[in-house]
């Protein structure tokens, strides 16, 4: 476990350093292009950090609100709280606060920054339609992003490609109403750089989204692994987990408060359906649920060890 979240810190970081350096040149090439000189590259730089400190320390709340969550009354949930403060002990983590998704959709989150700030979430339809073991594996495996800082990778993740989506629509735009009336101005002194940059600039603003996102997809369908496994140790009995998932496959009740925001946060893909294909997959938010069921059942009974 101490490896696993040792690894999650490492990617924060790389995580960080890699959008910091796209951001970064999309500043850069905006500005060159444009005619701001380094002043694009310095603009980014400030946006971006502001845009993510304030994204950073709010997560949770905005998550929750998005997904129109309200905390768990203690008297009308008992053994909802009851299995969080188990299972965070045994995890050896803060109790996380405790919210109900008023959805009859099966499905679960977990947010925040740090296990210190953490919140679990659940729909009321799962509190319906699983039994104790299923949920307790369903909380264990939230419990194990919380542990496993996955909470903080996917929180950073989400609000660097939020500023990459943004500055690469703002370089769009200010190519489209704006190029033009630059390059008048003044651009045609240096006509060959000016294209170069202008063609560079465009094919950045393009694919930077589209790399951005590649890079958080293929992140959260690895912690979605990670936490099984991790979810599966803390119970000592991979079947619930494994039965828990099988029902929220078969659940075909879309989540009406899930969007492409926050559907990576999700136990269950909460608009994604039989998903078939590589290339379909490749822009998954979730590994193939067959996928994970199998895993789990691989992992055997480990109560009995």
Do not use: C
């Not at 603003?205 to 979605?224: D, H, M």
């Not at 136990?267 to 979730?286: E, S, Y």
């Amino acid at each position: 476990m101490y490896e696993q979240i040792a690894g999650n810190v490492r990617r924060s970081w790389i995580l960080i350093l890699s959008f910091v350096l796209l951001i970064a040149a999309i500043g850069w090439v905006f500005g060159q292009a444009l005619g701001y000189g380094n002043f694009g590259l310095v603009f980014a730089l400030i946006f971006a950090f502001i845009f993510v400190l304030i994204g950073y320390y709010r997560s949770d709340r905005i998550i929750l609100s998005m997904s129109a969550a309200r905390e768990a009354d203690p008297k009308r949930y008992p053994f909802l709280h009851h299995t969080v403060e188990g299972l965070a002990l045994a995890a050896g983590v803060p109790k996380p606060k405790v919210y109900i998704i008023p959805d009859t959709a099966l499905n679960a989150f977990a947010a925040g920054r740090d296990p210190e700030h953490s919140v679990v979430a659940v729909t009321a339809g799962l509190l319906e339609k699983l039994d104790r073991l299923e949920l307790e594996g369903v909380i264990a495996h939230e419990m194990s992003h919380i542990k496993n800082y996955d909470i903080r990778v996917m929180t950073l993740t989400v609000m660097l490609v939020g500023v990459i989506v943004l500055m690469s629509d703002w370089m769009l735009h200010s190519f489209w109403w704006g190029g033009g009336r630059r390059r008048s101005g003044g651009g045609d002194r240096n006509g060959a750089g000016f294209g170069i940059m202008m063609i560079a600039g465009l094919a950045l603003a393009i694919l930077a989204p589209l790399f951005a996102n590649l890079i958080r997809l293929a992140v959260s369908r690895q912690r979605e692994y990670l936490a099984d496994a991790s979810g599966a140790m803390l119970t000592r009995y991979p079947p619930g987990l494994a039965s828990a998932l099988r029902k929220i496959s078969a659940d075909d009740e879309p989540l009406e408060v899930a969007n492409k925001a926050t559907a990576h946060l999700y136990i269950g893909a909460p608009n994604q359906v039989g998903v078939r294909g590589k290339t379909v997959q490749l822009m998954a938010t979730h590994p193939p649920m067959a996928e994970r069921i199998k895993r789990l059942e691989g992992m055997g009974d480990i109560a009995k060890q």
